[in-house]
């Protein structure tokens, strides 16, 4: 059967996108086989390192993702010692997530190690505008994510 999703220049442009995600999922599991935490532990932690402590709901709406999903990987990070939650003072229910110091120590040698092994990876893709190739994703994002939301309108 074939993928009629890359039948348009927008399809196989999503479809190259979700292919490059998995690459970078698998490419950063190897990078950090050793830490002993997931690509989604990873995600949470660079929120965490990016707004300072927040609530699981927070998290899931940046994310894009359920609360639960969030929960879930919050839970793992805290039975690893990498976070904790105290009272959150504008929620009674929804704690507030924060990284330790191991979890501080622990983000910044990822992001070294993503940050040698990107820059090296920069150099072979040469004569590819990066900033301007990142700045056409977002603009295609935020398109989609307007899409979404007029599709919410329409069908409520």
Do not use: C, W
């Not at 950090?32 to 990016?50: C, F, T, W």
């Not at 150099?123 to 990142?134: F, K, P, R, V």
């Not at 700045?135 to 994510?145: E, F, M, S």
């Amino acid at each position: 059967m074939k993928d009629t999703t890359s039948d348009t220049p927008l399809g196989e442009l999503i479809n190259q996108v979700r292919l490059l995600f998995h690459q970078a999922v698998s490419t950063g599991n190897q990078l950090h086989r050793d830490a002993g935490i997931s690509m989604s532990m990873r995600a949470v932690l660079e929120q965490l390192a990016q707004y300072g402590a927040t609530s699981v709901p927070d998290m899931a709406r940046r994310r894009n993702v359920t609360r639960q999903h969030i929960q879930q990987i919050v839970n793992d990070l805290l039975e690893a010692g990498l976070v904790t939650q105290t009272l959150n003072p504008a929620h009674k229910r929804s704690h507030l997530i924060a990284m330790t110091p191991d979890g501080e120590r622990l983000f910044e040698n990822m992001r070294e190690r993503e940050r040698a092994f990107y820059t090296s990876l920069a150099t072979e893709l040469d004569g590819i505008d990066l900033t301007q190739l990142a700045n056409d994703l977002a603009a295609v994002r935020a398109a989609i994510a307007s899409r979404a939301e007029q599709i919410d309108t329409v069908s409520t």
